[in-house]
T-cell receptor, first 116, second 113 residues
Framework: DARVTQTPRHKVTEMGQEVTMRCQPI?????VFWYRQTMMQGLELLAY????????DSGMPKDRFSAEMPDATLATLKIQPSEPRDSAVYFC??????????????FGQGTRLTVV | DQQVKQNSPSLSVQEGRISILNCDYT??????FLWYKKYPAEGPTFLIS?????DKNEDGRFTVFLNKSAKHLSLHIVPSQPGDSAVYFC????????????FGKGTKLTVNP
């Protein structure tokens, strides 16, 4: 049963602390997206990767957010330092876009982040 | 700049009736559109999609209509069931380009028994 796995599912942290969220995309998928869900903005695209290369991270606050794909089985989203306004649910999604094109993206269950 | 807009935050319908969820887009480069369904505490799941070469795609109780000239699409659910109660997100991408999947803010559908 192929699925996108995100860890942790929940994270409560104090303002100023570093937060790292992890995502294991579906094996064989070449594209990984990071989204943030808030009441005001819906699903905001933060960053995405194609074949592990970052294609667009214009949705991320550059000074505190960073996204990486150290290998094909792991994508990370890091916030340092975290702020209360970062509290949201962060979703990772993977898909086979581009040359082997299948536009459906599969989502993980999300990481609910609370910064106090 | 919201490129994909879902102007109705919520919709309530009676079981058995039709639910119509609307979506507008501004980027004329978008040529593939998807609807996702999201239950609380879960990730969005793919529901149905449509390419810009079509104006209608049907899958069981779900039909998506695309009006390219109006940059408008809609999702019809008929008959609506209580289990359809969820948040529905419209998404769009431009094939062959960045293929960045852009979402609207979602519409919360409640189907009353």
């Amino acid at each position: 049963d192929a699925r996108v796995t995100q860890t942790p599912r929940h994270k409560v942290t104090e303002m100023g602390q570093e937060v790292t969220m992890r995502c294991q995309p579906i094996l064989g998928h070449n594209t990984v997206f990071w989204y943030r869900q808030t009441m005001m903005q819906g699903l905001e695209l933060l960053a995405y990767f194609r074949n592990r290369a970052p294609l667009d991270d214009s949705g991320m606050p550059k000074d505190r957010f960073s996204a990486e794909m150290p290998d094909a089985t792991l994508a990370t989203l890091k916030i340092q330092p975290s702020e209360p306004r970062d509290s949201a649910v962060y979703f990772c999604a993977s898909g086979s876009l581009g040359r082997t094109w299948d536009p459906e993206a599969f989502f993980g269950q999300g990481t609910r982040l609370t910064v106090v | 700049d919201q490129q994909v807009k879902q102007n109705s935050p919520s919709l309530s319908v009676q079981e058995g009736r039709i639910s119509i969820l609307n979506c507008d887009y501004t980027n004329s480069m978008f040529d593939y559109f998807l609807w996702y369904k999201k239950y609380p505490a879960e990730g969005p799941t793919f529901l149905i999609s449509i390419s810009s070469i079509k104006d209608k795609n049907e899958d069981g109780r779900f039909t998506v209509f695309l009006n390219k000239s109006a940059k408008h699409l809609s999702l019809h659910i008929v008959p609506s069931q209580p289990g359809d109660s969820a948040v529905y997100f419209c998404a769009a991408l431009a094939q062959g380009g960045s293929e960045k999947l852009v979402f609207g803010k979602g519409t919360k559908l409640t189907v009353n028994p």
